[in-house]
């Protein structure tokens, strides 16, 4: 069908326009679709049989909507009439289409070139009108959406990312605000903001730059995004491997947010999001580095790292008593619980107090207080008599702490699933991702180091933890058949924390029913606590169970906190003849069989073929991608053939150049 002429908007061919485009939402598992960049009116897509006026207008247009949906336009090809000089095609494509040629330079830069598929192709027509003729929509890079009429994609300036290091030409974009960036893939991009400057040594920044380059072009999944100042020195710096971004896609439930490097002014301003696996053990989710501590710093950083998870916001996230903090999280996470971490508050008491006579008996008293009370009229009786006792009333930073109590005191907590990553003691201190592998004056280029050995080596204690729980059966303590039942089922390091409860139940006794409601029953389970023999003190806890339905609720909260049931809890199943454990109560994110997604990240590493150690390590995290992917018995017996094959080639190459030694 012939179009008629316009001068500002296509006309598709048919009076169609929708073409079956997928859209630049990121489809979200259990979330709908995402995009940050919401309300906005986008261009019309290209399609098959858009007419223009011009040449002018049809480039024109297509860069209109290049710029809108992130990507810039190269015209590939065009062919002119000899003696007119008149243009009668052209092909517009992607500026990320095809492959720079390599050259021999000194200085090798990071590729930019995707070998991306979109195109356009143009022909003028015999009525002197532009017609598009081929259209391909599709990216295979990340693309950034333009926010507003003044966003201009691609300035270049000259950038120093340390005052005593060279400049380089660096690409920006200068987005004003992060609200309307839309990605889709993984792709470095840097920010030029009015934040201040990241406070790293000379030399650090262009390390840690070079570090990212080096990921970028080695590991497939690797995601990263560098903030600028008006001045062009490095602020804000966000980033997350594949491996994080794989467990983040199975383990979103709680997040916890550390800044204790920030805060505690370490060398590295590090800031990381920490997640837990089915095994108990954390793992990294995304790691960040502010210039300082605004709400404006942690805004970016949040919403650095949610675009990174595809815009799936946690279930829960934990974090510090920051003020900035606190509101950055409120406005970015809108949805997800948001409670601090008490483990962190109590660590801070401790050093509030310090000027206190016999401050560690304080400390004791209201360590008793927070994690000792089972009812919120209990805790708040309590805390007010030590407050009073020791004259801290008028201490503004303890009432913003009781101001505070609903976000961080577990008696206040207990409806919601916290998997273990809230303390139910002083003594349960949760060890950092990092530790021995960062100090407070480490330096960024030991840190980068020491990074990829420390996820090395967690990611080898995870495969070892897998290992054990598929192949090494458990030792039962009793004959309670709540131990047997979950010991088929928990990964090994879960199913021993569970195990303990049930030999605590001995502990349990004088189940004594106490008030019906309905088909629900209340009962009063007492226990014998601390202390040796006869000076045990006994506490009562409150249970509600529901056999229609097999609900349960323990006023301890620990099903909640921990993931698995409490002693009393099970005290009552046994007191009601029961046999198996209510399927809600059994967590299928502890369950051993759990496929765990792992990203080919032991590679990311460059690789000296002429180094006898590069050569040994990457052999040896290639490997351990084999070990963790054994799962059953027919995955290792495939496995062992697989490595008796490389074997005998490697033997080959042995006998074949004995000058090299053995392997």
């Not at 000259?158 to 992060?178: Q, R």
């Not at 002083?426 to 004056?441: A, N, V």
Request: charged share 25%; proline share 2%; glycine share 6%.
């Amino acid at each position: 069908m012939e179009g008629t002429s316009f001068d500002t908007n296509p006309r598709i061919e048919g009076g169609r326009n929708d073409n079956g485009i997928e859209s630049d939402c990121a489809n979200i598992e259990s979330s709908g679709e995402y995009s940050i960049n919401q309300g906005k009116k986008d261009h019309l897509p290209p399609a098959v049989g858009m007419e223009f006026d011009s040449y002018d207008d049809a480039y024109r247009f297509y860069n209109d909507y290049a710029e809108d949906m992130g990507f810039r336009v190269r015209v590939k090809s065009s062919w002119s009439r000899k003696l007119s000089k008149e243009k009668y095609h052209a092909t517009l494509c992607c500026s990320c289409e095809g492959f720079k040629k390599q050259k021999d330079t000194h200085r090798s830069r990071p590729e930019t070139r995707t070998g991306c598929s979109a195109v356009v192709r143009i022909r003028r027509t015999e009525f002197q009108r532009w017609k598009v003729t081929d259209v391909v929509l599709e990216h295979n890079h990340i693309r950034i959406r333009k926010s507003n009429k003044n966003f201009s994609i691609g300035t270049k300036r000259k950038t120093p990312l340390d005052s005593d290091v060279a400049t380089e030409t660096t690409s920006f974009l200068n987005t004003g605000s992060y609200e309307n960036l839309t990605f889709a893939g993984t792709d470095v991009m840097n920010f030029v903001n009015h934040y201040k400057r990241l406070k790293v040594k000379g030399g650090n920044a262009q390390a840690l730059h070079d570090y990212f380059c080096g990921m970028q072009l080695t590991s497939p999944n690797f995601f990263y995004l560098m903030d600028f100042n008006d001045d062009g020195h490095l602020g804000n710096v966000f980033w997350a491997d594949g491996r994080s971004r794989a467990a983040y896609g199975q383990f979103c439930d709680v997040v916890i947010f550390d800044t204790t490097y920030l805060s505690h002014k370490y060398e590295v301003p590090l800031l990381i999001f920490v997640g837990v696996n089915h095994h108990g053990h954390s793992v990294l989710l995304g790691c960040g580095m502010l210039a300082d501590e605004t709400k404006e710093s942690f805004h970016w950083l949040f919403k650095a790292w949610l675009t990174c998870m595809l815009g799936r916001p946690p279930s829960l996230i934990i974090t510090d008593q920051v003020k900035g903090l606190q509101s950055a999280v409120v406005e970015v996470f809108p949805r997800a619980c948001h409670r601090l971490c008490s483990w962190n508050i109590m660590q801070e008491i401790s050093e509030k107090l310090k000027q206190v006579h016999k401050y560690k008996s304080v400390v004791d008293e209201l360590n008793k207080v927070v994690y000792n009370s089972l009812r919120v009229d209990e805790f708040e009786s309590a805390w007010e008599n030590v407050i009073q006792q020791h004259e801290l009333k008028h201490h503004e930073w303890f009432q913003t702490l009781f101001e505070d109590r609903r976000h961080w005191v577990p008696v206040f907590l207990k409806e919601i699933s916290f998997l273990g990553m809230l303390t139910t003691s002083l003594s349960e201190s949760r060890k950092p991702f990092f530790e021995g592998h960062i100090h407070k004056h480490t330096s960024m280029k030991d840190f980068l180091c020491q990074y990829e050995l420390a996820l090395q080596h967690k990611y080898e204690e995870e495969a070892k933890a897998a290992f054990e729980s598929r192949n090494s059966d458990v030792v039962l303590k009793t004959k309670c058949c709540f131990e047997h039942q979950l010991s088929k089922v928990y990964t090994r390091e879960i199913f021993l924390k569970f195990q303990n409860e049930v030999e605590e139940m001995y502990c349990c006794f004088n189940t004594t029913q106490t008030q019906v409601d309905g088909t629900v029953v209340t009962y009063i389970v007492k226990e014998r606590i601390g202390g040796e023999g006869n000076n045990k003190a006994i506490r009562e806890y409150e249970v509600s169970y529901d056999s229609t339905n097999g609900y349960l609720r323990c006023i301890c909260g620990w099903f909640y906190f921990k993931g698995y049931l409490c002693r009393h809890a099970l005290s009552v199943l046994n007191h009601n003849g029961v046999e198996e454990i209510p399927s809600q109560y059994i967590l299928s994110r502890w369950r051993k069989d759990v496929k765990r997604i792992f990203v080919s990240d032991h590679g990311s590493i460059y690789v000296n073929a002429n180094n006898p150690l590069h050569r040994y390590d990457h052999l040896c995290r290639r490997v351990s991608q084999i070990v963790e992917g054994v799962i059953s018995q027919e995955h290792y017996e495939v496995a062992i053939q697989a490595l008796e094959d490389s074997l005998k080639k490697v033997r080959l190459v042995e006998h074949s150049f004995p000058e090299n030694g053995k392997f």
